[in-house]
């Protein structure tokens, strides 16, 4: 069975309501489970949960520590490519926003990547546009060719691929692929991807699945906070990780819960997460699933972020540019959402430090990997 | 109680029992009648599939009793496919339980051959439950070479110690998408329960039922012991947390922003 025909026993309003319907005893009873399910997370995700807060933050705390220790992992994005066939309705590299496009060639990716280097990182996430012509498979492969012997773990954000794409990748070295739905409401997803590849779906939907049976070591999974309810998006987030989980047993799971930004050309988004909710999500996740990683990018502010590390963040960027050649090639260009926590990689290993947690460079080596 | 498939059989007993070990088949028959147990283990080696008048076979003769032939006695996966072809010639039946203990002392399940095995017998259209050691990585590989159910030990075959297994019997269940059938070891009821309320799906009980004094008063207290279990497992266990400091100290910094 793969995930859209689970998904499609779901009715997005009809959890809706089963989230909105969830009493206090609900919660308390989640919060009693020592293994807490499907329905457990509802109640948690759920307003009936707020009074609860520092319940489940200390809970989530305890889980994190048990399972992660004292770490936290720290990556940094390396944009290509801002070329884009698609539109989006909340992303500065949409095809319909006019800005000017540019791709990194070899010698423009090697500069990127000394900076990054140099700043101490060893875990790397590749990003780009979807744009098959100039950024296809081909340039994807090249790219990690190129940059997989300079790091000890590679990551990639791009546009869906097909199983054998994704083989090839796997071989070249990618050992992990975020691919993130955006949003699980079938309507609204229409009306934020008008045109392009991007507007199928279900193709989408499937992409988890195409990683899985292509044997990736790890995969990211979430969806974007702001187009639809976040409550009704987290639980399905919930429910396609734990369908994964089971099914492609082998493969390690790590969760993002991006909050729409402002970025040029902007789309206000429709559903506001307030910082304590965001903070229910987070430990709603954790409680959920003891060893998922939770990442959190720097879209969020430093004050949140400073306090994020203690309730069940595993994994966190740092000094981020989301312009391709932002770091070193060329600094002014358009990047895709305003980061918000810009400080240096440096100054965050010192807070790391300071609030007793190791900051963890590098968690992989390019050993491990047996197929290349 | 939720009833439960496996492949595509539907169960309302999660109570599996064996032929094994009875005084006579009378009263093998009586203890499983009391049982109310749907499948009921049969080894091959045990029975003479030729002989229409076979003791155990005739005393099996149930509408509502499910033959499960096992391989008990076969050493290798070449020999498991061969016994489970034989099995399914004489009565009929493409369920085979995989026993595979080349272990003469403890009769310890071979985990390669028993991968092996299952593979090839999955190809061939059978539904295959076969007997492991309570490996939780072994469990998804069955899973991925098609197996229709796992059946982790509890403890060693027969020796009624419970469940040693408990920690990595949790693992297995959560992570299972096939029927978890806890088999060998289950020495009490009280063991068969704990089983069920940490999620297994059904257990196989027969030495404990077999040898006691009173195999039919014992079939039903398994019987009861399972249904309780069960039914504490889907009203959910609860179980006890820290309660929170009066003080906030990880969300506190939320008021200030
Ligand atoms: S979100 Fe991705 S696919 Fe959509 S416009 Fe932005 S870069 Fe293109």
């Known amino acids: 069975m793969s995930f859209k025909e689970v998904f499609d026993q ?12 969830k009493t206090a005893e609900d919660v308390e009873r989640a919060l009693r489970h020592s293994d807490r399910d499907i329905e457990d997370f509802k109640a948690l995700i759920s307003p009936a949960a707020a009074p609860y807060l520092e319940q489940m933050a200390q809970i989530s705390h305890e889980l994190t520590l048990q399972r992660f220790g004292n770490t936290m ?55 780009t546009g979807e744009a098959n012509q100039t950024v296809g498979v081909d340039y994807i492969e090249r790219a990690i060719k190129q940059i997989r012997p300079h790091f000890a773990n590679v990551s990639m954000e791009v546009q869906p691929l097909d199983q054998e794409d994704y083989e090839r990748l796997i071989q070249q070295g990618l050992h992990s692929v975020l691919v993130y739905q955006e949003t699980y409401h079938k309507a609204d997803y229409k009306i934020h991807h008008p045109k392009g590849k991007k507007s199928n779906f279900y193709y989408r939907l499937e992409t988890p699945d195409r990683l899985g049976k292509a044997g990736i070591h790890k995969m990211g999974l979430g969806a974007l906070i702001g187009l639809e309810d976040w409550r009704v998006d987290s639980f399905f987030v919930a429910l396609h990780l734990d369908y994964l989980e089971r099914k492609y047993w082998k493969t390690k799971y790590s969760l993002s819960f991006p909050r729409l930004r402002p970025f040029s050309g902007g789309l206000e988004p429709k559903v506001e997460m307030v910082d304590r909710e965001l903070v229910q999500l987070i430990c709603t996740y954790r409680l959920f699933n003891q060893e998922v990683e939770l990442s959190l990018s720097t879209r969020e502010t430093n004050q949140f972020r400073n306090h ?39 100054v965050i290993k010192t807070i790391l430090e300071q609030n007793g947690y190791e900051p963890v460079w590098k968690d992989w080596d390019l050993a491990l990997e047996s197929a290349i | 109680m939720e009833t439960f498939k496996i492949a595509d059989k539907e169960f309302n007993s999660r109570l599996f029992t064996g032929t094994g070990k009875f005084k006579n088949s009378q009263l093998m028959k009586e203890a499983l009648e009391a049982s109310e147990s749907e499948l009921v283990t049969v080894a091959l080696k045990r029975v003479d599939v030729s002989d229409a008048d076979d003791q155990i076979l005739t005393h099996l003769n149930h509408s509502r009793i499910n033959l499960l032939p096992n391989t008990s006695g076969v050493r290798t996966a070449k020999e498991a496919v061969f016994a489970a072809n034989l099995a399914r010639e004489a009565l009929e039946t493409n369920w085979v339980k995989l026993e595979i203990h080349p272990d003469p002392k ?53 020796s009624n110690k419970g469940l040693k297994t408990i920690d990595f019997l949790d693992i297995i269940i959560e992570q299972a998408n096939v029927p978890v059938i806890v088999d060998a070891g289950i020495g009490a009821p009280s063991d068969a329960a704990r089983a069920m309320e940490i999620g297994a799906d059904a257990c196989l009980v027969n030495t404990a039922i077999a040898v006691s004094d009173n195999p039919v008063q014992m079939a039903i207290a398994f019987k009861t012991a399972i249904e309780a279990g069960r039914m504490a497992y889907e009203a959910k266990l609860a179980s006890p947390v820290k309660h929170a400091a009066a003080s906030s100290p990880l969300t506190a910094f939320l008021d200030e922003l």
């Not at chain 1, 959890?15 to 319907?21: D, L, P, R, T």
């Open chain 1, 10 to 21: 779901y009715h997005w309003d009809d959890i809706k309501s089963s989230i909105y319907n």
């Open chain 1, 73 to 127: 992992q720290l990556y940094a994005p390396l944009y290509l490519s801002n070329e884009c066939q698609n539109i989006c309705t909340y992303c500065g590299f949409s095809l319909d926003n006019k800005i000017r496009r540019k791709t990194l060639n070899d010698i423009e990716i090697a500069r990127e990547v000394k900076a990054v280097k140099d700043m101490g990182f060893q875990h790397i996430l590749l990003v």
């Open chain 1, 308 to 346: 994020a590390i203690k309730l069940g963040i595993t994994t966190m960027s740092a000094g981020s540019k989301t312009n391709p050649g932002g770091y070193a090639v060329e600094p002014q260009s358009l990047e895709q959402f305003e980061i918000s926590d810009e400080r240096s990689p440096e």
């Open chain 2, 106 to 158: 403890y009769l310890m399940p071979d985990p390669i051959e028993t991968l092996k095995a299952t593979e090839e017998l999955a190809k061939q259209g059978f539904i295959v439950l076969p007997y492991i050691h309570a490996d939780p990585v072994l469990c998804k590989r069955l899973e991925d070479a098609g197996t229709a159910a796992v059946m982790p030990l509890g403890s060693p075959i027969g």
